[in-house]
């Protein structure tokens, strides 16, 4: 042997290092991909069907994923909610406030109609996630940590709404009562949704989308115009 050591010894000392076996963008794949399968376990057997063994058996991956990403089943359940069923009220109070930044002469009008347009858009006014909102409205009586997301997601959904709403009205010397008011149109839309989803003939999208413009108009004034 040399002092430089052997052929074989040179070349497991010069060899690269491994990467990782899952690099950041893969175990943000396998986040989403757990969402997704549990989704759909929801949607096709309500929340029954979220069973941690169901849910990989649908991703094809191990138990233990889901405590490793998660933090268990609960954990999961919190995110299929914030992903699945918010992601789109997260969408409108995002383009809502970056139309305000980026058109500072956009009516306040303009905002708060767009804002409710989008509730009725076949994105969002939609039967595809029906089983799942009932799965989850039933568990978030009953389950603490989908209990404190859902309020968290509600308020700041409902205070968007509501800022909306008093940038309208205040201007237009109207004395409303913007929270309770955006509290009752979302109530509104939930009510008028679920009723079509059930049976499309006691009411259409837009029918609905002029109820919730009916509701706000008369406390604010016309805004179908702006």
């Not at 399968?37 to 094809?60: N, P, Q, Y």
């Not at 996630?129 to 009932?134: F, K, P, V």
């Amino acid at each position: 042997m040399t002092e430089a050591g052997s052929a074989p010894e040179k070349r497991k000392r010069g060899a690269k290092k491994s990467p990782p076996r899952f690099s950041r963008e893969q175990a943000d794949v396998r986040r989403a991909m757990l969402i997704e399968a549990a989704a759909r376990c929801l949607s096709v057997g309500g929340i029954g069907a979220f069973t941690v063994d169901r849910i990989c058996k649908e991703a094809g991956v191990s138990r233990g994923l889901i405590n490793h990403h998660f933090e268990g089943r609960d954990g999961l359940l919190v995110e299929v909610y914030k992903s699945s069923l918010y992601a789109s009220v997260n969408n409108q109070i995002a383009e809502a406030k970056r139309r305000r930044a980026e058109a500072s002469d956009w009516p306040p009008e303009a905002s708060l109609a767009a804002l409710v347009r989008s509730n009725f858009s076949p994105e969002y006014f939609s039967r595809d996630n029906l089983l799942i909102w009932l799965s989850l409205w039933g568990e978030i009586a009953v389950n603490p940590r989908l209990k404190a997301a859902h309020r968290e997601l509600y308020d700041a959904y409902r205070a968007e709404l509501a800022e909306d709403i008093a940038a309208v009205a205040v201007p237009r010397g109207r004395p409303v009562d913007a929270p309770a008011l955006a509290r009752n149109f979302i109530a509104l839309v939930d009510g008028l949704w679920l009723e079509w989803c059930l049976d499309e003939s006691v009411v259409t999208p837009q029918a609905a989308e002029a109820a919730g413009f009916e509701m706000l108009e008369a406390q604010v004034g016309p805004l179908r115009d702006a």
